[in-house]
């Protein structure tokens, strides 16, 4: 056991190294801190950069544990979630720094995303946030087998949380729409209190002129399905806290995406997951759309 602002918190991946517990151990990624007189700043500093679930894991103890001590160590506790993710926005900002030419990464108040453009169902994405995969890529290959379908208030639950907001990527079912299609889910599903919302939208080839067609999926069909493959972000829908990413003018060698995924894994000894919307405000973009076989 180690102590920090009066009350005790179980370390489960450190141990100590000497007698006098001036030198801990981190088990996970083999590295020493001093630790003096039960300091654990040192280790605290280190789990916010390097091991983020870890870190994650011990600010919910420590919230917990605070609730019963004062309304101090319940701040603490806050404060020290916070500067995480303020900490997280600054690997961001020096990471995406190597690809793009102005790069502001910073923590804001969700904006209300029902409003435009976004035009969710939902005023935000927050919320017991979460991600998940369905289906795979090998439900492609060598042909698409249309009978993997599965259905979002069926993931919710799945996921353990019903009436859950859902966004991603994936593709459209076949069955519904007749054709392959890309869809872009925006749904919140369904609880025992209403019905699930829609609003996702699916974009097509057009095999006359191989120009591309966008459509929103509520336009013409009821269902919340989705085919072959997902990859899925789901919340509660709330507003909160969220790091808002603006970069102009790419100059490195990787997309948005691609340069925030290399960041992370090179700062993250362990996988971190994000998950969120796009504006396209100017320029041009590349996208895939799967075309009818």
């Known amino acids: 056991m180690m102590t920090q602002n009066n009350f005790a918190e179980k370390w489960t991946h450190v141990s100590c190294l000497d007698v006098d517990r001036t030198t801990i151990y981190c088990k996970c990624s083999q590295a020493k801190f001093v630790a003096r007189g039960d300091n654990t700043s040192n280790l605290l500093h280190h789990l916010c950069h390097k091991l983020a679930l870890e870190y994650h894991e011990r600010m919910e103890l420590r919230l917990a544990l605070s609730t019963s001590s004062g309304k101090t160590e319940k701040a ?20 995406l720094q190597e690809s793009f030419e102005s790069v502001q990464v910073s923590v804001v108040e969700c904006p209300d995303l029902t409003q435009h453009p976004f035009s969710f169902p939902v005023k935000g994405i927050c919320g017991h946030p979460r991600i998940t995969d369905v289906g795979g ?17 069926t993931v919710a639950k799945e996921i353990e949380m019903p009436g859950a ?9 076949s069955k519904s729409l007749g054709i392959n299609a890309e869809l872009m889910p925006l749904i919140w599903t369904e609880n025992k209190d209403r019905c699930a919302v829609n609003s996702s939208y699916y974009s097509t080839v057009n095999k006359k002129d191989q120009t591309c067609m966008l459509g929103k999926y509520s336009d013409k069909f009821s269902d919340c399905d989705i ?28 997309s948005l995406v691609t340069a925030m995924r290399k960041t992370l894994e090179k700062q993250y000894e362990k996988p971190v997951a994000m998950g969120g919307t796009f504006i396209i405000q100017k320029g041009k973009a590349k996208i895939h759309i799967m075309v009818n076989s």
């Open 137 to 153: 890529v090998p439900y492609l290959i060598p042909l698409a087998q249309i009978d993997k379908v599965y259905n979002m208030n």
């Open 76 to 95: 603490r506790g806050h404060s020290s979630q916070t500067s995480f993710v303020d900490a997280f926005a600054k690997v961001l900002q020096n990471g």
């Open 227 to 254: 085919a072959l493959l997902g990859n899925l972000y789901a919340c509660e829908g709330n507003p909160g806290k969220v790091v808002q990413i603006m970069a102009t003018k790419r100059t490195g060698e990787y």
């Open 165 to 173: 907001f859902i966004l991603g990527a994936g593709a459209a079912s």
